[in-house]
T-cell receptor, first 111, second 110 residues
Framework: SQTIHQWPATLVQPVGSPLSLECTVE??????LYWYRQAAGRGLQLLFYSVGIGQISSEVPQNLSASRPQDRQFILSSKKLLLSDSGFYLC??????????FGSGTRLTVV | LAKTTQPISMDSYEGQEVNITCSHN???????ITWYQQFPSQGPRFIIQ???TKVTNEVASLFIPADRKSSTLSLPRVSLSDTAVYYC???????????FGKGTRLHILP
């Protein structure tokens, strides 16, 4: 069966520190992968999506970046976090005929 | 990529049937309609998907009229645990990026 793993679940980082969030998918190959961010009480904002290894599309200009070094691995990074980067980060992949499956999310607090 | 519009919030009572309507006036011929449910601090969860007429599963029903410009998610006999945000999505092409609207915040009262 297909599963999606996202970690860590929570993270507290100081302003200016780097960030690396990882998402991996099991049980499928060549999935479309997505990173979303959700501010408290707000909707989901698409940050990046990838249709294959090394292929990254950015939706929102910011100090975040994404990489896809392997078929089933999607990484969200930042060199220097800002306070405004705080939020709930979600990874998702597309599951044919049944829509999209989301990871459990990472709650990032930048202090 | 069909833009969707749905009510920002709704209130209902336990045991009632709740219907949430979403409009997607420019839906493409090959687009499916998918609904998701999101609880606080969790990722959205797939509820139901349909293309036309009526689809029913163990959680909900989805009604889609012939012109497919809208759809209605029906939750039978809601409980307090159905309090969540519900999102309607229209695109289902493989390479489409998913754009979520603001969803409908459903609040179930005792």
């Amino acid at each position: 069966s297909q599963t999606i793993h996202q970690w860590p679940a929570t993270l507290v980082q100081p302003v200016g520190s780097p960030l690396s969030l990882e998402c991996t998918v099991e049980g499928t190959s060549n999935p479309n992968l997505y990173w979303y961010r959700q501010a408290a009480g707000r909707g989901l904002q698409l940050l990046f999506y990838s249709v294959g290894i090394g292929q990254i599309s950015s939706e929102v200009p910011q100090n975040l970046s994404a990489s896809r070094p392997q078929d089933r691995q999607f990484i969200l990074s930042s060199k220097k976090l800002l306070l405004s980067d705080s939020g709930f980060y979600l990874c998702a992949w597309r599951q044919d005929n049944y829509g999209y499956t989301f990871g459990s999310g990472t709650r990032l607090t930048v202090v | 990529l069909a833009k969707t519009t749905q009510p920002i919030s709704m209130d209902s009572y336990e045991g009632q049937e709740v219907n949430i309507t979403c409009s997607h006036n420019n839906i493409a011929t090959n687009d499916y309609i998918t609904w998701y449910q999101q609880f606080p601090s969790q990722g959205p969860r797939f509820i139901i998907q349909g293309y036309k007429t009526k689809v029913t599963n163990e959680v909900a029903s989805l009604f889609i009229p012939a012109d497919r410009k809208s759809s209605t998610l029906s939750l039978p006999r809601v409980s307090l645990s159905d309090t969540a945000v519900y999102y309607c999505l229209a695109p289902m092409n493989r390479d489409d990026k998913i754009i979520f609207g603001k969803g409908t915040r459903l609040h179930i009262l005792p």
